[in-house]
């Protein structure tokens, strides 16, 4: 399994980004694709999981509301909208996969990562 995420970058604050993370390789047919950021010096935090049928979405409390998870079953991918962005949502964002289909928060839970892409929000 392989998983590429891309469509981080530079945005001011307020506005809106959108990430993309193309899933390839065989899976089950139930899993979770979940979504990380990660600041310096910090662990990495839940941001959003979503199950491989995209009937089901979790989401960290602190950013329900504002961000969005997808999937786009066409491109085999998992998408993550980022509304009204604040300069604290500025990380480095990793897509991951779970072969659990319970939408975890663990990190611990997922075996599969993508590289990263770094979303910045200036104020």
């Known amino acids: 399994v392989q998983l590429q995420a891309s469509g981080g970058g530079l945005v001011q604050a307020w506005g809106s980004l959108r990430l993309s993370c193309a899933v390839s390789g065989r899976t089950s047919s139930s899993y979770t694709v979940g979504w990380f950021r990660q600041t310096p010096g910090n662990e990495r935090e839940f941001v959003a999981a979503i199950s491989a049928s995209g009937s089901r979405t979790n989401y960290a409390d602190s950013l329900k509301g504002r961000f969005a998870i997808s999937r786009e079953k066409s491109k085999n991918t998992v998408d993550l909208q980022m509304n009204s962005l604040k300069p604290e949502d500025t990380a480095i964002y990793y897509c991951?996969?779970?072969?659990?289909?319970?939408?975890?928060?663990?990190?611990?839970?997922?075996?599969?990562w993508g590289q990263g892409t770094q979303v910045t929000v200036s104020s």
């Open positions: 991951a996969l779970s072969l659990s289909g319970n939408l975890v928060r663990d990190i611990s839970r997922y075996r599969y």
